[in-house]
């Protein structure tokens, strides 16, 4: 009895409020920026491919110019870049949207690593001290422990995020370019017939989620990490998507589907180093990506047979 | 009378393989109420949304308010006072009817919405013209006459001084309907101008000062409402004398092919809808079910289709029990069903004509063998029905969202009804639909009971339950108040029934 005690009190601790923080933010970003598009009706699939352009933008600007700051800049402009093409060829070519996001996608991997020999004669990975990350957040509490552990030691995105995610509910629900928005998403008829632009408001969106895609590759390779790695998202991506469908498209709800994410993320890194077979460990995300888009499925498809047959 | 208004002339709109509207041609002064009528298809909605901006038309100029354009936006309509009550709602179903209604035109205070200006606008109107609407609810809660309110308010929200009302009340109760008509004669009153486009000709001939015919997207005459006659209208309309009205044909009649035992249905709402319905239909006879919209007519052929639960009694089919089992099962046990809502449940929008005509009997020879369809063949049997069903336009090509409200309907009734199933469920068959394609449909429900079909025809339309039933059971808040035969119903007698005086006859 002892024993389980003490295995469960290294699991279950004030630290893993923390590491459940900081594995939630990457996807954060990718599903805030997600739940802006989704609100629009587009699925943004290539949000993984926009993270990891971004994510080597940052590390190779940040490297070379020695200032996060600029990495950071660097990588919005690229995730809005990418961003703009997409939308440029969903609305205007008239491209499926979810082929041209894993077309993104695709490149994203394919392009980073080619540039990551050329640039810096490595393969794999690149991390050097010249790399100037993101600042971390630190206050006192008098050596407080607790304290201590639950809020101190914050990369600067990480509550940055939890910050946009009551501002993107607010601009969503409360103001009128948010009403305008969710009317294109929803019907784009009744928002064409309110007057409203909807291609030109799909192209907006598209644009400001290569923002929140290019500080998520951003917060990643200079906050999360200090380093580039092929492949770095890892499917956070489209951890982000699941979430938001997890949310309905919802902020508040995509964030919990974010900590769900970040949670078992973090748990499992615990067992792992209790003994657990690693490859049992490497699959929990993406079962908990099937269970949470399942949930979120069956969360939607209640939803519909109540209300259907009313006009 | 007074001032020219609207003044739209040679408009030309095409759509692939479809001239909608050519030299279409209309006119409207202020404060008069101007109907526009004509068959499916007359290209009616097309000229109207020309107007309003939704559509660019190739040739033609509109001239509003003594400006001419060749064409106008949305943005510019609205700006110029325009308003349109489209056919199909343009209402977002998960937002509240305030926020529908203030969609695009939102009072605020910063970059927020006020609420208290929006409300006070949305009551003022409210009040003045008599829309009485919820605006809290959200779209997707409210009856559809209220939804209408809510369209009527949001053009009036935007400023409109000019209202074109896309076929108002084919989706309206006549309670419904006549306080419509009450808001439209208010508003006119209060110095606005009207287009009504309408197929139902005693409305129009009611409210109308002025009344424009048209046909084949063209333009075939404009009328004084006072000095014009039903069957001047119908004629103008569609070219040729029509015949409507009339009495049930006598027909032998068979044995029991659908009997309905003590039925206990759920609603939306309520928990139990339909309250003990009991009814049996014999072949080669026509059984109306009549009733105000809403006192459970939706549920019973819902629950009869197999699209929604029974909980208590039987439904029974060609001698077998069929209650609750899937749809696709019961129509294999001989029912054809044409349901209420042709855009949710009768068509694949997204389908072709032929695919969608097709859709029942693709599974057996001689459409497909060995579950490989055989398109020639769907074809060919598309084109029988297009042809003499008169589909227009005609081609098994086209994607069903192309087609006008009537010419969609008439796919449904080709379908369900030249499948020759044993029971015929007919929910409001002739909704929406031009008085030519009405004569067709009607036609059809008692070319299927000659032919020994036992048809079961949900209506809120009295005078077509009075002209093709052979019985005619009354519904009213979930229970069958009375049932009368033909000869000795008339619309009094239904009437008191429908509102639940008078129990048993
Ligand atoms: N978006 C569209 N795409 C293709 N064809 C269309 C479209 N809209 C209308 N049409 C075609 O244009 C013609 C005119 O249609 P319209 O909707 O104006 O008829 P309507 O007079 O309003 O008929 P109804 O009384 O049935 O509503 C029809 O043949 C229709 O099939
Ligand atoms: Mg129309």
């Known amino acids: 009895m002892d024993g389980l005690n003490e295995i469960l009190s290294l699991v279950f601790n004030a630290t893993l409020v923390r590491s459940t923080i900081r594995a939630a933010t990457p996807i954060l970003y990718a599903t805030l920026a997600c739940v802006l598009t989704q609100q629009a009706n587009i699925l943004n699939i290539g949000i993984e491919g926009i993270m990891i352009f971004a994510a080597f933008a940052a590390v190779t600007t940040s490297y070379f110019a020695g200032s996060w700051v600029l990495g950071l800049l660097a990588a919005i402009i690229t995730g809005v870049v990418v961003a703009a093409f997409m939308a440029f060829a969903h609305l205007k070519a008239k491209a499926d949207i979810f082929v041209v996001g894993m077309g993104v996608n695709m490149l994203a991997i394919a392009m980073t690593r080619f540039l990551l020999q050329r640039t810096f004669g490595v393969s794999g990975s690149f991390h050097h001290n010249d790399i100037v990350p993101m600042p971390r957040l630190n206050f006192d509490f008098g050596g407080n422990a607790l304290l201590d552990t639950l809020f101190n030691d914050y990369s600067l995105f990480e509550p940055v995020g939890i910050v946009l995610v009551f501002v993107l509910a607010f601009i969503l629900y409360k103001t009128v370019w948010g009403l305008r928005l969710r009317s294109v998403g929803l019907n784009p008829l009744a928002a064409e017939t309110a007057g409203i632009n909807v291609t030109f408001r799909k192209f907006e969106v598209m644009l400001y989620s290569g923002v929140l895609g290019g500080i998520a590759g951003a917060h990643l390779s200079l906050g999360y990490s200090r380093m580039f790695v092929e492949n770095m998202t890892n499917g956070r991506g489209f951890m982000g998507v699941a979430a938001m469908f997890f949310g309905g498209a919802n902020p508040f709800w995509g964030w919990i589907g974010c900590l769900i994410f970040g949670f078992a993320d973090s748990l499992g890194s615990r067992l792992q180093s209790l003994g657990l077979p690693s490859q049992f460990i490497l699959m929990i995300p993406y079962v908990v990506t099937v269970v949470v888009l399942t949930l979120a499925m069956m969360r939607k498809k209640r939803a519909e047979t109540a209300r259907k047959s009313a006009i | ?505």
């Open chain 2, 1 to 505: 009378m007074s001032r020219i208004l609207i003044e739209m002339k040679g408009i030309c709109k095409e759509f692939p393989g479809v001239k909608a509207v050519q030299d279409g041609l209309f006119s409207l002064e202020e404060g008069e109420i101007h109907s526009l009528i004509g068959e499916n298809g007359a290209g009616k909605s097309t000229l109207m949304k020309v107007l309003y901006g939704m559509y660019v038309p190739e040739e033609g100029s509109i001239a509003v308010k003594g400006e001419t354009y060749p064409s106008l936006t949305p943005k510019q309509a609205i700006g110029l006072g325009i308003g349109m009550v489209h056919q199909e709602f343009m209402l977002v179903r998960e937002m509240t009817v305030l926020e529908n209604i203030i969609l695009g035109f939102e009072p605020r205070r910063g970059g927020r919405i006020d609420r208290r200006a929006a409300l006070e606008k949305i009551e003022y109107y409210a009040d003045t013209y008599g829309l009485r609407v919820h605006p809290d609810k959200k779209v997707e809660e409210i009856s559809v006459g209220e939804a209408q309110r809510v369209e009527i308010i949001k053009t009036l929200y935007r400023g409109a001084e000019i209202l074109v009302l896309d076929e108002p009340t084919a989706v309206l109760t006549p309670q419904e309907a006549e306080q419509l008509f009450c808001i439209l004669r208010s508003m006119k009153e209060g110095g606005k101008s009207i287009v009504f486009i309408s197929h139902k000709l005693q409305e129009v001939l009611a409210i109308s000062d002025r009344i424009t015919v048209m046909r084949g997207g063209k333009h075939i005459a404009t009328v004084a409402g006072s000095s014009t006659s039903a069957p001047e209208l119908a004629r103008l309309m569609v070219g040729r004398e029509v015949f409507l009205g009339g009495s049930p044909v006598p027909a032998a009649k068979g044995d029991v092919a659908l009997s309905v035992e003590n039925i206990f249905v759920p609603g939306e709402k309520e928990l139990s809808k339909l309250r003990g319905v009991s009814f049996s239909v014999r072949k080669g006879e026509i059984l109306g079910i009549a009733g105000v919209n809403g006192n459970g007519q939706s549920e019973l052929a819902e629950a009869i289709a197999g699209l929604r639960q029974v909980q208590r009694g039987r439904v029974v089919l060609g001698g077998a029990e069929v209650q609750n089992m899937p749809p696709r099962r019961i129509r294999e046990h001989g029912l054809s069903h044409i349901p209420e809502d042709r855009n949710q449940r009768g068509l694949d929008r997204f389908s072709d004509v032929k695919e969608n005509l097709a859709a029942c009997s693709v599974s057996e020879p001689p459409l497909s063998s060995l579950g490989v369809i055989r398109w020639g063949k769907v074809r060919e049997f598309a084109e029988g029905l297009i042809r003499s069903y008169d589909i227009r336009p005609a081609g098994a090509d086209i994607e069903a969202s192309g087609l006008s409200g009537g010419n969609a309907q008439k796919v449904v009734v080709a379908r369900e009804v030249s499948r020759k199933a044993e029971v015929l469920l007919a929910s409001q068959p002739t909704r929406g639909v031009d008085i030519g394609s009405i004569e067709t449909i009607r036609n059809e429900l008692n070319r299927a009971k000659e032919a020994g079909a036992a048809v079961v025809l949900i209506s809120s339309d009295l005078e077509e339950i009075l002209s093709l039933s052979d019985r005619i059971a009354v519904m009213f808040e979930g229970r069958i108040t009375g049932e009368v035969d033909s000869s000795e119903a008339d619309e009094e007698k239904l009437g008191l029934l429908m509102t639940g005086g008078g129990t048993h006859v």
